[in-house]
């Protein structure tokens, strides 16, 4: 008895692939002898480059003894003839991977197939047969963008059967058709029974959208409220500093002025100073700029520009120090001059005093 159910359930693993084309049949057609898996979940771990790997897992309840002996012997038959479970599987999945090539354009194929046995205890016992594939170009890809299920459009979906596409690494899921029965942030899955269309089923991943960093972007808005802060203390600080500065400077050009011998101090003087004759300023320098310098001007010249600026009339000691001559130069240009009728001269005291002659002496001479 025993060993009629092993051959019953090898039977069903193996006539348990996928069909052909993936869009008709189911994964849990009967077996011979009425044996068949209690549930067939179908995992289907998508990649960011389109490939998937996909996990078959037939789980068949061990509920008696002999079931339980049975599937022992199961485990020990595909430890022994492996491949005469996997390369008919193989061969199956291969043919179905070949038609949704064709359906999809898409260039595909099928490698890494493996299968594995082992008890599995959910509250009760189940032996638990997993086949395991990698199909490439499962997926779609666009850019960063993953779309996947085009390669089994119209799949069925029989009573205790779950499919599940799980989002590459670091992926969400964006959009899925048809409502899915569950759904994850980054994974979506269906019970049977289910019919799909030939749009379906569809699950389109991405990467999440990048997040704010809030804590960087309050401190950045500190950090520029401090700096305008700081921008608009500086700016004050010079203001008033100038300001300052301008106080004292006229305080000290004040006493500077009054310290001067022959000059007022007093509130005319002040105001005087506070409200310089702009229009003057204006003349003097004007008549600094059209005078040639003294080097260009004859011994004679320069003594008249030093009386012309004195009002007509000087010192001789003046023209001394203006002209940088020595007192032996100075009397021997002011003689000539006297001789030629240039200049004219009288004594106040012991000071020699020179004029020119057009101008008024306003004073007698002693």
Not at 36 to 60: F, H, I, K, M, Q
Not at 180 to 202: I, L, M
Not at 244 to 260: F, I, K, L, M, P
Not at 280 to 291: N, P, S
Request: aromatic letters at 6%; proline letters at 6%; hydrophobic letters at 35%.
């Amino acid at each position: 008895m025993q060993r009629t159910v092993a051959a019953a359930l090898a039977c069903a693993l193996l006539l348990l692939a996928v069909p052909a084309g993936a869009t008709s049949g189911g994964f849990a057609a009967l077996a011979p002898g009425g044996v068949s898996p209690d549930r067939v979940d179908l995992t289907v771990d998508v990649a960011e480059n389109g490939s998937a790997t996909w996990t078959v897992t037939y789980r068949l309840a061990l509920a008696t003894e002999n079931e339980t002996a049975a599937f022992e012997d199961l485990q020990r038959d595909v430890r022994a003839n492996r491949s005469a479970y996997l390369d008919p599987f193989a061969e199956r999945i291969r043919t179905t991977v070949r038609t949704a090539e064709n359906a999809t354009g898409r260039p595909m194929n099928a490698t890494a197939f493996s299968v594995s046995t082992r008890v599995q205890s959910i509250g009760s016992q189940y032996g638990v047969v997993a086949y395991q594939f990698t199909w490439h170009g499962f997926a779609a890809v666009d850019g960063r963008t993953v779309r996947a299920g085009d390669a089994i459009a119209g799949f069925y979906l029989d009573e205790d059967t779950t499919l599940t596409l799980s989002a590459p690494e670091d992926y969400r899921v964006a959009s899925v058709s048809p409502p899915p029965t569950t759904r994850s942030e980054n994974a979506v899955g269906w019970e049977g029974p289910v019919t799909f269309t030939d749009e379906q089923p569809r699950a389109t991943f991405a990467p999440p959208a990048p997040s704010v960093p809030w804590p960087l972007v309050a401190g950045g808005v500190a950090l520029l409220a401090a700096l305008a802060g700081a921008g608009l203390w500086y700016r004050r600080r010079t203001r008033t500093g100038g300001a300052s500065g301008s106080d004292d400077a006229g305080v000290e050009t004040s006493d500077t002025t009054a310290g001067r011998p022959g000059e007022s101090s007093g509130p005319d003087a002040a105001a005087s100073d506070a409200e310089p004759d702009t229009d003057a300023g204006e003349r003097e320098r004007g008549d600094a700029a059209e005078r040639p310098p003294a080097e260009l001007l004859s011994n004679e010249e320069r003594v008249k520009r030093v009386l012309r600026e004195r009002g007509g009339r000087a010192r001789q000691q003046e023209v001394v120090a203006e002209t940088g001559w020595t007192e032996a130069k100075t009397s021997q240009v002011v003689s000539g001059m006297r001789e030629s009728g240039d200049l004219e001269s009288f004594r106040i005291g012991r000071e020699n005093v020179l004029k020119l002659p057009d101008v008024d002496e306003g004073v007698e001479e002693s």
